[in-house]
């Protein structure tokens, strides 16, 4: 297992990016990776639109996972409806 940061942007409204982490801690949980821990990254201004928003909610997962699984685990996220985008980047040990 691998050790990965997760950085999420979720949508800015309360009642649409709480679902949406919980979505995402299970989908992470369904595909065998460990999350050792996670925080709100803060709110923040997008460069750019998505999904026809300007701010969104920033939230990084520190995790573990098999590096067979990431690429599962990228199909399911694209999935998400309320995931506005997401990125992983494996931290060295």
Known sequence: MRKYELMTIFPIEEDLSKPAIEAVRATLKEFGAEIESDALFGDRDLTYEIQKRNKGR???FNIKANPS?????????????????????????
Do not use: H, S, Y
């Not at 399911?76 to 980047?89: C, G, H, R, S, W």
């Open 69 to 93: 699984k990431v690429i599962d685990i990228d199909r399911a996220f694209k999935l998400q409806q309320n995931l506005l985008k997401f990125m992983f980047v494996r931290v060295e040990d």
């Open 58 to 60: 920033f939230w990084l």
